[in-house]
């Protein structure tokens, strides 16, 4: 995947896709026309902070504050900022 993820941009989860936390799988998930997807673990909770106002560079200071014995996090992070994008999870907004 090609990385051009930068600490200054902002993004909002995209239109015609909701996140939710969804109770039977137990497990945040974005709804969208053609599915589901389900995520685990730390794909929640780098997209549940995906705010439409919050840079990546807050995100990732507030998952370093959130996990300080995460080795390597922020890698992690951008990487799932990444994903989400390419997948058009996401939309940026700056």
Known sequence: MENNIQHSDIYAIALHHRFQWEEAQQSYVILFPEGM????????????RVDGKATVGNIV??????????????????GMFDLAVGKTWLRKIN
Request: charged share 35%; no cysteine.
């Open 37 to 48: 997807v389900k995520l685990h673990g730390g794909a929640g909770e780098v997209i549940k």
């Open 61 to 78: 200071t507030e998952l370093k504050a959130a996990f300080p014995e995460a080795d390597g996090i922020e890698d992690d992070i951008i």
